[in-house]
Structures are given as C-alpha cells and as structure tokens.
C-alpha cells in the first residue's frame, strides 16, 4: 500500500473521530509542535505534505469554530464572573490602599511611643519643635511637601495631566523611601501620604470629567482614560471611555431624524454609519488602551451589543414597522443589506455583531414577507372572479422567467396562462426577486414555504372554477368564499390544469432560483459551497409540494369527467353489471362493439387530447399524464365497485359466456387505445388485467369453461382496433368484411353497419 493511501486512510480515521478526540494531542502540556511536524513529515513526499497541510488547516478551522461555539453558549457566564474578577480587582486595590494608610497610622504611633519613651521630651520641647515648625525651621523634605502641595493645585488647575502624573509618582517614591529610611517625622509622613491620596483623588476626579465632556475625543480621550487606568481606577476608566462613546452617540441621532426622516433609504446609511462607526471607535480605543484583556473585551462586546439593539430598535421604529405592515418588502430587505455592509467592517476589529442584526430584524421581516403574500393571494382571487380562462402570452413587459438573460434563454418559448395565472406569476417574481437579498437572514426557506401557501391558495381557486366544485368546496381549504368564475368548456378546464402544471413545472422553480446561491466558483470558500449543497434536497422537497398542489386539482378534474361518464343525471349508472349479465339472455348472438361507455371514454380522451396538444406546444408531457390519469380513474372505479362484482359473481344472474366476451371486448378496447395514445400505465395494464382474471374467474365458478367460449387475442384486437377507425371516421366500411373476423367466421358488412349506426345514434343521444 502506497503511503498516499495510508495518509488518506489515517486522515479519514481521524474524521470519525470527535474533534475533542483530535484535539487531545494538542492539549497536552509537554506538546511539542517542532516534533509533532517532524514525525509525521520524515517520511513523507511533497503530495502527503501538502495533504497533512490541508488536514492541519481544516482542523484549525473546526477549533475555531468549536472555541466559538464555547464561547458563545457559556458567554453570559463568562461576562458575568469577568465583571466580578474587576469588581474585586477594584476592592483589592482599596483595601490596599486602606491597608497601607492603617500600616502608616501604626508606625506613627509606635514611633511617639517609643520617642516618649526614650527621651520622656518635656512639654515645653515639644512645644519649641512646633513653633519652630510653624515658624518656618523645616527639614528640607518637609519644605518639598509643602512646595509639591503648591504645585500639584497648580497643576490640576491647569490640567497639566502628564505633569500632575509625574509629581504623583515622586510622591509616592519619596513616601516609600521616607518609610523605609526614616527620613521623614511620621507625622510628616502621614501628611504626605493623606496630601497624596487627596491628589490622586482630585485627580481622578477631573480625570473622570474629562472623558465625559462630549468635546474630548480621539487622543485626548484616550490619553484620560490611560491616565486614569494608571491611577488605579481601571474598571472605571473602561466604562467611562465607553459611555462617552455613548452620549457621543446619542446627541447625534436629532439631526439625524431631522434630516433623513423623508426618505428611509437615506436615514438607515446615516444611521448606521454613525452607530456601527462609533462602535468601531470605541473598539480602537479600548484595544489601545487595555489591549485584549478579556474583562475589558468582554465589557466592550456587551456594551457593541446594547448599542446594536437601540440601533435596531430606532431603524425597525422609523423604517422597517412601516414597510413591513405595507409589505414594502424591498426597502426592508435594502435597509437590513446597508447594516449588515456596516456591521461586517467591525469584523476587522473582532466584533461579529451580524448575528444579533439577524436575530432582531428577522421577526420585521417575516411581518413584510407575510404582508407581501396576503396580498397576492387578494389579488389572484380577485382576478379569477372575472377570469375567462383562456391561454394568452404574457403581457409587454411581463416576464415569466428570471429578468436575467442566463434563466430568459433557458426555455425556448414563453408559456401561455390565463390572465390571472400570468398575474400570479408576476407577483411571484417580483416578491422572490425583492426577497432575494435575505439570503443572509436565512428566510429564503419562509419565502419559498410562502410562495407554495399562496400557490395552493391558487390551485384552491383553480378547483373552485372546475364545474363539479360546488359539491366539494367544503373540502377547499383557504379558498372561503370566494367567488370565481366557472369553467363551462372542457377547453377553459384543460387551461386550469394548464396554468396549474406550467406554475409548478416551470415558472416557480425558476423564480425560485432568484433565493438560491449561484453556482460556486473555484476560490469559493468551502463554508459557502457546503450551505448551497445541503439547500439542495430542501429545494427538491419544495418542488414535490407544488407538484402535490397540481396533483390534487388534476384528480378533481378526472374525478368530475369520470363521474359524468358513469352515472346519469338521475343517479343512475351507465357502467353496471347488468349490460354484461344481460347478453346471455339473447338467442341471438350479439353484434361485437365496445359498449357504449368506453366508446365515450374514448371519444372524450381523444377530444381533450386534440385539445391539450394544442395547448401544451412542447410539454406534451402534461397531456399524457392528465389522459393516463382519467383513463386509471374510470377503470380503478369498475376494479374497485364492489356492487358491480356482487352481481358479477353472485347474480341474481351471474356472469355468462357473452358477457364475459364483451367485458373482455371492453378492456382490450382501452388498452388499445390508451397504448396507440401513449397513455398506457404499468397501472392501468395491471388493474384492466386483474380485471379480465376476475370475470374469468366468476365464469369458471358458475361451471363454464371460460376459455373454450372465448375467442382468440387476435379477433378482441382486430375488433377493438375496427371500433377506434370507425369512431375516429377512418373506417373503409367496403373492407371491412374481408378485414375484420368474427368469433366464429366474420363479421359481415351488414353487422359492422347496424354497429356504426347503432354508435351514432347512441352518441347523438
């Protein structure tokens, strides 16, 4: 085995593993990267190298990734104890400070004490040393306390702060030394450490002034919140320097509003070039100063977040509420398009805000999407009221396909539909087209489940215009009452099948492709690829839906022609068991035609089939399925009517040899027809077979050996194949004895005429 396979296999090993699985060997602590690379790299060529290399990077990737995902799903918690590890650096700092005050205030004590002690100084002394200290005998680091008390009010009074930081730090470096020399009194050190805790307070203080003024930006600004970082007070600098961002912020949004409120498109560029700018200078600074310490990142990624929010919050108060309640469905998805361009320039800085945008602007969206759909659904109802349901091109300026050149060329001719279908069809293109930049949001699986409410919605509508839908609009969900226009002729009916199947087949899946990603390219990155692949069976679903959709209104109108064919006006049946039971009866041998009913079956099929040809130019297909359908839906009825085999089987009078002769005439006439019509189904040739083994069947039980009274297959073809001639007016009836046999000789010229005599009459009747 070569050892590029070994590679492949040892990486594909490893992918079965979990990623903690893969990891473990980064994780340990004596992890040496140097040796790691060169015991898989010793053996290897350049190809194994450069493979190692892409399985390195993947896992990195995955690592990322997988850190993210931790971080993200523990995040609160990780906030939350990074504000109290600060909170708690600040009261370590206090307490310091305390502790350092009462260390001091110790020292001075016992230092009276034991100069009282040891010398036992007379009042009068003591008296002497402060009067020589009030009149001005001092030590010279007594005299510099007092000059640096001067000096710092000077300073402070100036903001001078660079300067003030600096006499601070000699301050504490001449207490520190006083404390560890005994230079000073320890009254005097007392003095000098209160006078310096005063100072830095005064301080920072003013420091904290500063950075609130809404005048102190760019490196004023930072150089305050530097200084009081350095003071101590970092926890407090951080949230005064993103305050100030804050009120900076806020005082801006007034002229905003004044200014753009006219045009939403306007407001929503200022609006989030301010904020997501803003946010990205708060970030510069915080990183300048604090760098990455992750309590401070974490504090500024909250705080990006709370602004984000407000952000959204104004945007959806002056923009989207109001395009989205009037299903303004392109200026929302501009809007969202301009924030989420602002909002992944922060990226660069480590703020991914683009997910919270999606969260909060999703629900607006759904609203216009929805808007949007419920007036199409209007329209299209209002619009079938006075539908004639007749085919037409599209009107000037219609476009069935994608207004893109790639999807107009992709078919050869624009499809007809009636006025309303190319209505619909127009409203689906626009609101697919408006919907297609909210890939980001990820709604493109809203919009498509929307556009398949409203195209069932549609097809209800369709239904409701079939003549029979008066019996069954109770089983019509979402179609209400509605009110439209019926079609009479078997014409305007085959151009409801026919909007319903182009809809489904053609035009939505194209319109469709507007919410779909591009073909990838070769410098794709493999994320994007990964997500184009995997919408892939969501897209087939949906197409299956809508073929669903269209199947339901194609058994409503095979049900309603089959239902006509079978029964009368009165309730009766014109396919019963008794035209076949009743033959056995006659001394005379029948004349051999199809009955009657399957001549009309024939003549209907052949009619709508010169029609749909006719209507489907090129998508023949539609035709062949809506005739193979009927045709099932006539025989499935016969297959499954358990009355008819009762009277079949049972009697009164049973099945006899004529009857079943003329049963089996029956079947082989649809299967003929239906097979030189191309329309012939595994279905339908199973069930016209189970049929015809079932009447044998009931022959053979009554005593009679059914296949010594039948024909042979030849004599049903020939007969059956004399029937489509004659009804089709193809029939050479001067042949016709010497083309066509009986079951025992022929049939004679004079029988094949009382047929087409007798056909006629029953048709004109």
Partial sequence: MSRTSSIGDSAELEGNLTLSDRLKVFKNSHFDPNAFVTSKCQTMNEKEIRHLCSYLVDLKRASAEEMRKSVYANYAAFIRTSREISDLEGQLISMRNFLSNQAALVHGLSEHARIDSLWAASEDSIADDLSNFDDGELSESEDWLIEFLDTFEVLLAERRVDEAMQALEKGEGLANESRKKHSLSPTALITLE???????????????????????????????????????????????????????????????????NSCGRAYTVALSQVVFSTIAQAASDSLAVYGEEPAYTSELVTWAVKETEAFAFLLKRHVLASSAASGGLRVAAECIHICLGHCSLLEARGLSLATVLLRLFKPIIEQALNANLKKIEEISAALAAADDWLLTYPPAGGRPFSSSASLGSAMASQPKLSSSANRFNSMIQDFLEDAGPLENLQLDGSALGGVLQVFNSYVNLLMRALPSSAETEE?????????????????????????????????????????????PRMDEQPKRSSERQSRLPEQREWKKKLQRSVDRLRDSFCRQHALDLIFTEDGDTHLNAYIYTSLDDNVEEPEWFPSLIFQELFVKLTRMASIATDMFIGRERFATVLLMRLTETVILWLSDDQTFWEEIEEGPKPLGPLGLQQLYLDMEFVLLFSSQGRYLSRNL??????????????????????????????????????????????????NVERDVTSPTASVSAKSVSSIVSHGSNEFSH
């Fill in 475 to 519: 089983s019509l969900e979402g179609s209400g009452s509605k009110i439209v226009r019926i079609a009479e002729t078997e014409s305007q009916q085959l151009a409801l099948l026919a909007n319903a199947s182009l809809l489904a087949d053609e035009l939505l899946p194209y319109a469709a492709m507007k919410l779909l990603p591009l073909p």
């Fill in 194 to 260: 209160t006078a310096i805790r005063d100072q830095r307070q005064k301080l920072a203080y003013q420091l904290a002034d500063t950075i609130s003024q809404p005048s102190t930006r760019g490196q004023e600004l930072r150089s305050a919140v530097l200084a009081l970082k350095n003071l101590g007070d970092a926890p407090r600098a951080h949230t005064l320097l993103l305050n100030s961002h804050h009120q900076k912020l806020k005082s801006s949004l007034p002229s905003l509003r004044s200014s753009n």
């Fill in 685 to 734: 040739h199973q069930v016209i077979k189970n049929i015809i083994a079932r009447a044998i069947d009931a022959v053979a039980a009554t005593g009679v050996d059914p296949y010594s009274t039948l024909p042979e297959d030849d004599w049903f073809a020939e007969v059956a194949q004399i029937a489509i001639k004659m009804l089709t007016g193809k029939a050479n009836f001067g």
